[in-house]
């Protein structure tokens, strides 16, 4: 789906956010820039180079034990082509962060060394995390610090303000709120967002983000669709007959023996949300 869309969810903090990043990029040594490993290109924020402009960064993908690695693993490429430093992790992984630390280490020792040449202790180095909303950057800076200092939850608008954490590896980490653009592209990067609970449940119509999900395990994972839905292939023409079984499944019914249609939408963004459909990668245009 290439086509414009003039869906869009852009709350005042996430322009405050930027202005203050703005604001205190001169001090940041380096960025750690979080994207979704499910949605490599759609979790990307659209003016991200501009806002940083040329700091040191890290793109970390997260969430690598949800997606689906062949196609992920070609996203890893293609930004390591176009120049980044690229780490695919598991946050869940409770060692998988430290390759973040040792990486962090690698790219800053210049200016450590500058340092030790004038007789001075290492820099405590300023870090910035910034990323979409719900793409894991409380849960990197808590396993950084071995502590909870940062809220995490799988919706988004979890964190509203800007804060200095610390952390146990020498590293000051601003925590910033999760950050989208005024507009979407494409409707394809929008119901990717709203998938993965980057976006509200209110700004694309449930059915729809459950019809889009229906079919994208349908075209690339149809194994998962049987397993999880019993159905053998999803027809967006016959979308009641898809609804029925999955609704008969889970006991989606209403008065009069009907199908719950909002019900069995909300369970397939849920499975989603809640991470029991896994193995899966949204974003294919590569």
């Known amino acids: 789906m290439d086509n414009k869309t003039n869906i869009n969810w852009y709350p005042g903090h996430m322009e405050k956010t930027k202005r203050e990043i703005t604001k205190l990029l001169p001090i940041i040594d380096i960025v750690y820039e979080l994207i979704d490993a499910r949605i490599p290109f759609s979790s990307k924020i659209v003016d991200i180079d501009k806002l940083i402009k040329n700091k040191v960064r890290i793109l970390i993908m997260t969430k690598k034990d949800l997606c689906d690695l062949k196609v992920t693993n070609k996203w890893v490429k293609y930004y390591e082509d176009k120049g980044y430093k690229v780490l695919l992790l598991n946050l869940n992984n409770n060692n998988d ?3 973040v630390i040792d990486l ?4 800053v020792k210049d200016i ?3 340092r030790f040449l ?3 202790k290492p820099k405590e180095i300023k870090s910035l995390v910034v990323g979409i909303p719900n793409v894991g950057k409380s849960t990197l800076i808590n396993k950084m610090a071995g502590k909870k200092v940062a809220n995490v939850g799988n919706k988004p608008g979890i964190t509203k303000v800007n804060s200095w954490l610390k952390t146990k590896y020498n590293i000051l980490v601003l925590d ?4 989208l653009w005024p507009k979407f592209s494409s409707e394809e990067i929008a119901f990717n967002l709203a998938c993965t609970s980057a976006i509200k449940n209110e700004v694309l119509p449930i059915n729809e983000v459950a019809i889009y999900i229906l079919n994208t395990l349908n075209k690339y994972y149809p194994r998962i669709l049987k397993e999880r839905y019993n ?3 999803f027809d967006e023409t016959n979308i009641e007959d ?3 079984i999955i609704g008969r499944k889970i006991g989606a019914i209403t008065k009069g023996n009907i199908i719950d249609f909002e019900k069995v939408s909300n369970m397939v ?3 989603l949300k809640n991470e029991y459909l896994k193995g899966i990668t949204l974003d294919r245009g590569i």
């Not at 962090?104 to 790219?107: F, G, L, R, Y």
């Not at 910033?176 to 950050?179: E, L, Q, R, V």
């Open 97 to 99: 962060y430290k390759k």
């Open 104 to 107: 962090t280490s690698e790219v």
């Open 112 to 114: 450590n060394y500058k």
């Open 118 to 120: 004038k007789g001075l």
């Open 176 to 179: 910033t709120p999760g950050i």
């Open 231 to 233: 159905l053998d292939n």
């Open 242 to 244: 898809a609804y029925s």
């Open 269 to 271: 963004i849920n499975d």
